[in-house]
Nanobody, 123 residues
């Protein structure tokens, strides 16, 4: 099993910044995509950003230009730098990672989630 532990959430004012971190531990063979999702009250979970092992990134439309995702493969860690925060960014942010385990002819994909960290942006 793989555990994901997020940190860095908190309460900030609009326009300020936060940096989230997520460290993976446990039975790690090689994490493929790592990313961040969020769920605001009464809304569905949405992609914030993700990044492949090779460094290719993908962002949700609402955070493009304000958030930056990065990772350190050797540390099994992914970061989310959030700048120019808005009240609508308020949500629980979840770390996600996946990996494939097994021989080529019988490989299985495993998907992991953290417990979440609260980000609250006041106006």
């Amino acid at each position: 099993q793989v555990q994901l532990v997020e940190s860095g959430g908190g309460l900030v004012q609009a326009g300020e910044s936060l940096r989230l971190s997520c460290v993976a531990s446990g039975r790690i063979v090689g994490l493929n995509k790592m990313g961040w999702y969020r769920r605001a009250p009464g809304q569905q979970r949405e992609l914030v950003a993700d990044i492949t092992r090779g460094g290719f990134t993908n962002y949700g439309d609402s955070v493009k230009g304000r958030f930056t995702i990065s990772r350190e493969n050797a540390k099994n860690t992914v970061y989310l730098q959030m700048n120019s925060l808005k009240p609508e960014d308020t949500a629980v942010y979840y770390c996600n990672a996946d990996q494939e385990i097994g021989p080529v002819e019988a490989v299985r994909k495993f998907d992991y989630w953290g417990q979440g960290t609260q980000v609250t942006v006041s106006s």
